[in-house]
């Protein structure tokens, strides 16, 4: 069975394939712990499974190993309550592509360039895609160009392994995603350098979600893809040293985020003000956090998520990128 057929990646299976690479999946750089639930979808396990619990790998694993699924093998009641508590919807796959194709077409100056849209479908393009030279833009310059998706879910605009309303497994030719338009370059374009072209088009992808679970789906999905376009392109597995490379991107770029405030979800607190009087009595006095009570972003005393400039090779706060616009 070949990656790509399936859909719901298992925790186990990411823990045999080396324990190391799913525990680089689960870190949250910002807090320097692991990412947290950030839903009380799975409170009713026990301890260990509430909002604000990081996720463990015991947790996940084990016999716990089927906890973690995609929205399409979620009961319908647990949908419906994701959308009603933090309006989680999930895009079809035809509309992503729209959305995608009008990203390129802007950057290529002309219209189908990886694909023609069809009636809520489309037709790859099995050409080898032309970089408008002319304009001086090159196939490198496509892959240094960055992308984000917010609130990004499972990452569907990303990566297209499936179709997150139906759960049908794309082809690996026919796949939409940002992250998959990269790839194709790379494997088109760049030969014996494959593996280092590979790492610039992960360090340009970014991508934020709140909800644990759907991160770890969104990394995960992250992580198969860069599988499924190395056995397709070398016809074996990859060394697992490069697949830690590429988990280790994925764990910088894809990250946990209440998109609001730039702060990890609920990192927000009360702060105490002790008042002292003449008479040597004192009160204490609560106060909302700052940048939640005047909803100023750069006030939150919650922790700023940070990601990571690869060109630069230094860590930045998400909110400072505002400074630059």
Known sequence: MTNSSR??????????????ILETLLKDHSSDKNIIWATDNYEQLGDGYSFSDEINIPFITGKNGDII???????KETQLKRVRDKAEVFTPCWICNMQN??????WFGRKEVFNKE??????????????PTADGKTWQDYLNDTRLEITC???????????AINGKPIPLHRRIGMLDR?????CEQAGDDWMHYALIAYQNIYGFEWQGDNLLIARENLLYTF????????????????????????SWNIWQMDGLKGVIPCSCHEEMTINKDLFGGQTETKHQCPGCEKNDIKKHN??????????????????DLMKRQ
């Open 7 to 20: 859909i719901d990646i298992k925790e186990n299976a990411l823990l045999r394939m080396d324990d190391g």
């Open 153 to 163: 879910g499972e990452a569907p605009y990303l990566v297209s392994r499936y179709g």
């Open 101 to 106: 194709n009008l990203v390129d077409e802007a």
């Open 227 to 250: 599988i499924d376009y190395y056995e397709d392109h070398f016809g074996e597995k990859p060394a697992i040293d490069d697949v830690k490379h590429i988990a280790e991107i994925i």
């Open 182 to 186: 990269k790839m194709r370059i790379v």
């Open 302 to 319: 919650g922790i700023y998520c940070k990601i990571m400039d690869w060109e630069k090779k230094e860590l930045i706060r998400f909110i």
């Open 69 to 75: 699924q995609p929205r399409v093998s979620k009961d």
């Open 118 to 131: 069809t009636d809520k479908d489309w037709e790859t393009k099995s050409d080898t895609i032309v970089f």
